[in-house]
């Protein structure tokens, strides 16, 4: 595994235990979608985390973990068709007991969000400029006159330089680096405490990846805004978050500062997940139209169904309580959980 | 050449095509306009045969149709064999007022279906959703021919409202408010029919589209920015269902036109499709014709209006992508 250097050294410093007041605490968060009213298994199961503010967090996790699920969650997005339980507190307020209005003023202008695929989250029929004007016009009584000095000052910011072409442009006539940083201009527009970024960078090449990645991590430094960065793929979260949390069945199997869990791995997805990862691949990732090498074997519904380890099905380190047993999340050392049984091997 | 210029030169080939069709069917079929003198005592087979030469019916199709092409561009479209006159006259006073019912309950329509679309695709599943979706079904199960039944009969009992014609008699002597009540009155009826006819489908392909976009990731991205409640429908929902809406508007005028030459015929409205069927029976065949292409003219003419809808609304057809 590589070792990190360079922003790795806040990483350490910045790094929550469980359990300490942040930005954004969830308990026993749990989404359960419901296909014909009929409940499904559920997309996330008992999830524990905190954000503190100005810190990037890594969500690492293979397709189906329920990585959206939990961007959704923060958002209060979810389809009428899922049922959400646990807590989930914001600045002291518990964002589950928020009507629709109250949920419109924190989108947007305290938790922000930026999506896969940049060109499908513009209208395609208004401008680009107008597109992010709407945003600050949703959360601020101004002028339209200042309100477009404001957008064009945002675009700066996002290191686009024709501001003006850009600013009349539709999403059609944008490159896909181009859409990137104006779906983040959008989530920038009014300063908020969080953003919460799911695979922003998946449509986008090599180069360009990097790029973005460089672009997310000088705004969070310029504006202090903490980061959840969604991703499959762990190349990305090196050097550029400061901890991970990873993903299973809807569970948070582990969580760390991303430089002692990319290090040492104690949970054996993390561990297959980082075995996977080429280590040319380490930063800046795969190039578009390439796919990561996958884990073998899926998550099936016995998977979900088992009173054990949900991993077991595909883990090499099994024992025989895996198969009855959940395993409890331990911490092994100060700023990390696992849970399984047989961390150590 | 740009969008509307083809569209334009596709019309005129459509109906130059429908224009061949029209004639060769029609002078086809068995039979034409005199063959009911003959069984006339009183008319000498002589005569029959010198009025067929004088409208030119002995002459083979081609010579016919090239006749017919000279009168249209005189303007004349051709000669009535019954009203003995230009078909122009005849056809100018009822297209115009097929012109009137049809405007009329497009107009209407869509005026009650669009809110009723959107409304019900944003209660998706809820209660008033259900009901509306009930609502349809029901209508869309009674024929148009039903529903003016229905209003007839309504309309004969309670003597509110007049049953048939455009006008009342005595109406040249009525003050200028007074004939427009009168005549409003009598476009109750059919423009009623061919609204509750036409709403069903209008509603249901309405809350269609706006569903679709509804669902988009751009939606949710703009919920996801803050946006909602009437920004989010007006800024972002209808503008992108304006592309779906607008061919659904150019279907919708098609739809009407049609449906009307029937209602037409019902409810006595003195339109183009009392007049097609009454040439259609007597075989005069220029004015069966001139009544098709009329149609086929406005049906065209009404998908341009759509199309020149969708190029002023969607900027993706404007600058020419995808
Ligand atoms: N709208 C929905 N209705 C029903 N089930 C859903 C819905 N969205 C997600 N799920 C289910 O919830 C689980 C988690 O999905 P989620 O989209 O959160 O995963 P993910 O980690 O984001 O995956 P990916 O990497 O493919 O985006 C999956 O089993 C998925 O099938
Ligand atoms: S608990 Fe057992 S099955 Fe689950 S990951 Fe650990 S070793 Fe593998
Ligand atoms: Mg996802």
Redesign the pocket.
């Known amino acids: 595994m590589r070792t990190v250097s360079g922003y790795s050294e806040s990483a350490t410093t910045r790094a929550q235990s469980p359990g300490a007041p942040g930005l954004l605490c969830a308990r026993e968060l749990t ?1 359960c ?3 014909r009213g009929e409940p ?2 559920p ?2 199961l008992g999830i524990d985390f905190d954000i503190a503010p100005g810190e990037i967090v890594g969500v690492l ?12 969650s923060i958002l209060g997005l ?2 009428e ?2 049922d959400i339980a646990g807590s989930l507190v914001f600045e002291g307020k518990d964002l589950l007991r928020f009507d629709e209005s109250a949920w419109r003023g924190i989108r947007g202008a305290r938790i922000a969000m930026v999506f ?1 695929e940049p060109g499908l989250s513009l209208s395609p029929v208004m401008r680009v400029g107008s597109q992010i004007a709407e945003v600050l016009r949703a959360h601020r009584q101004e002028g339209s006159n200042h309100r477009k000095l404001q957008v064009e000052a945002v675009l700066a910011e996002v290191g686009l330089t024709q501001v003006d072409r850009i600013y009349k442009a539709y999403s059609h006539q944008l490159s896909g680096g181009e859409l990137q940083r104006v779906a983040l201009s959008q989530a920038l527009a009014c300063r908020p405490d969080l953003i919460v970024a ?2 922003p960078t998946r449509s986008l090449d090599g180069t360009r990846q990097k790029e973005m990645l460089d672009l997310l991590r000088e705004t969070n430094r310029k504006f202090g805004c903490a980061l959840i960065f ?1 991703t ?1 793929n762990p190349g990305l979260l090196a050097g550029f978050a400061d901890r991970v949390i990873v ?1 299973y069945a ?1 569970r948070i199997v582990e969580e760390g500062p991303v430089s002692r869990v990319f290090r040492r791995p104690l949970h054996p997805y993390t561990k297959g997940l980082l075995q996977l990862m080429p280590t040319s691949l380490q930063y800046a990732g795969r190039t578009r139209g390439q796919h990561l090498p996958v884990l073998p074997g899926t ?1 099936t519904d016995d998977d979900h169904l088992s009173p054990g380890c949900s991993f077991a099905s595909r883990c090499s380190a099994r024992t025989q309580v895996c198969q009855t047993e959940f395993p409890a999340e331990v911490a092994p050392e100060k700023g990390r959980r696992v849970s399984c049984f047989n961390y150590e091997n | 050449m740009n969008y509307l210029e083809r569209r334009v030169i596709h019309g005129v080939l459509l109906l130059a095509g429908v224009s061949v069709l029209c004639f060769a069917f029609g002078v086809m079929a068995p039979g034409d306009f005199f063959d009911e003198m003959k069984l006339n005592p009183q008319i000498s087979p002589a005569t029959v045969a010198a009025l067929r030469s004088q409208y030119g019916i002995d002459q083979p199709l081609p010579l016919r149709y090239g006749r017919w092409v000279e009168s249209v561009l005189r303007g004349e479209w051709g000669y009535s064999f019954a009203y003995n006159c230009p078909v122009r006259s005849l056809l100018m006073v009822r297209a115009g007022n097929t012109l009137l019912l049809t405007t009329l309950a497009t107009l209407l329509a869509w005026l009650i279906a669009l809110p009723l679309g959107v409304w019900t695709a944003n209660r998706r599943g809820r209660w008033d959703d259900r009901l509306g979706l009930a609502g349809t079904t029901l209508l869309l199960s009674v024929p148009e021919l039903v529903i003016a039944l229905v209003l007839l009969y309504l309309a004969v009992r309670t003597h509110a409202l007049p049953a048939g014609g455009m006008v009342s008699v005595g109406f040249g002597g009525l003050g200028k408010q007074a004939q427009l009540i009168d005549l409003a009155s009598h476009l109750v009826i059919p423009a009623a029919t061919l609204v509750l006819a036409s709403l069903p489908l209008l509603v249901r392909h309405i809350r269609a589209s706006v569903l679709e976009v509804l669902q988009a990731p751009f939606v949710q991205a703009a919920r996801a920015h803050g946006i909602g409640g009437a920004r989010l429908l007006f800024r972002y929902v209808l503008p992108a269902a304006a592309n779906p809406l607008s061919s659904l508007l150019g279907l919708s005028i098609g739809g009407l036109l049609s449906g009307s030459l029937l209602v037409e015929v019902i409810t006595g409205w003195p339109g183009m499709g009392p007049l097609l069927l009454e040439a259609s029976l007597a075989r005069d065949v220029h004015v069966v014709i001139g009544a098709v292409m009329a149609s086929t003219f406005f049906m065209i003419a009404g998908s341009m209006v759509a199309d020149v809808l969708l190029v002023v609304l969607d900027p993706r057809v404007r600058l020419g992508s995808t």
């Open positions: 989404v979608y419901a296909s499904s298994s997309a996330l996790g293979e397709s189906g973990s329920g990585k959206s699920t939990l961007a959704l979810l389809p068709s899922a896969q799911d695979e969604i499959h993903m809807g998550l």
